[in-house]
């Protein structure tokens, strides 16, 4: 089946450092890209949508600014996490979709501290 | 809003069936009924999806109602490794899934 991968699977920085997740389909191309976060006991929240090539949409109250979302190839989508603070700890998970299939692969998810 | 109702927990045993409920009295006609399981600190699993007609894969099977306000994922024979937070899911055609709460389903051995 198709494989979403994500690096780093764990991170640990400092409060106002920046920190950068890689979000790759490994054995196809993505036409749209997902980020969600979960909070500890939580559902997972998406927090945008991003298509090759355009800009991310986000969904309402999640900061643009500080969320910033680059998906350069079918393949990869990065979300960089700008100033982060320990409020923003949490478990970043991405998934992918191919156009007219309806199954959205996941990746396992990236956990970060923010100290 | 997550537009689904399931129960906040349910239990099994090992090699038996286990159904899976789930509401969403406020379907529309063009909405599909998606099913997706996670497992502790991993990204969710795919697990079947429906329409209007029942479907049966490998993993499991869905039922639904004809007035398709409510579903149920059936697991055949719970295994220990079905042991999972399991999320039903309506997607309108925006791609988009809104997860709910989901049910948290344990297998005993």
């Known amino acids: 089946g198709a494989v979403v991968s994500q690096h780093p699977s764990w991170v640990i920085c400092k409060s106002g450092t920046s920190v950068k997740i890689e979000c790759r389909s490994l054995?196809?191309?993505?036409?749209?890209m997902f980020w969600y976060r979960q909070f500890p006991k939580q559902s997972l929240m998406l927090m945008a949508t991003?298509?090759?090539?355009?800009?991310?949409?986000?969904e309402q109250g999640v900061e643009k600014d500080k969320f910033l979302i680059n998906h350069a190839s079918l393949t990869l989508s990065t979300l960089t996490v700008t100033s982060a603070h320990p409020e923003d700890s949490s478990f970043y998970i991405c998934?992918?979709?191919?156009?007219?299939?309806?199954?959205?692969?996941f990746g396992p998810g990236t956990r970060l501290t923010v100290t | 809003d997550a537009k689904t109702t399931q129960p906040n927990s349910m239990e099994s045993n090992e090699e038996e069936p286990v159904h899976l409920p789930c509401n969403h009295s406020?379907?529309?006609?063009?909405?599909?009924i998606h099913w997706y399981r996670q497992l502790p600190s991993q990204g969710p699993e795919y697990v079947i999806h429906?329409?209007?007609s029942n479907v049966n894969n490998r993993m499991a099977s869905l039922a639904i109602a004809e007035d398709r306000k409510s579903s149920t994922l059936i697991l055949h024979r719970a295994t220990l490794r079905d042991a999972a937070v399991y999320y039903c899911?309506?997607?309108?055609?925006?791609?988009?899934?809104?997860f709910g709460k989901g049910t948290k389903l344990t297998v005993n051995p």
């Open positions: 998934s992918a979709r191919v156009a007219r299939e309806y199954e959205q692969y």
């Open positions: 054995d196809f191309q993505a036409t749209t």
């Open positions: 991003s298509n090759e090539g355009s800009k991310a949409t986000y």
């Open positions: 406020t379907i529309s006609g063009t909405d599909y």
């Open positions: 429906g329409l209007t």
């Open positions: 899911i309506r997607e309108g055609g925006s791609e988009k899934l809104v």
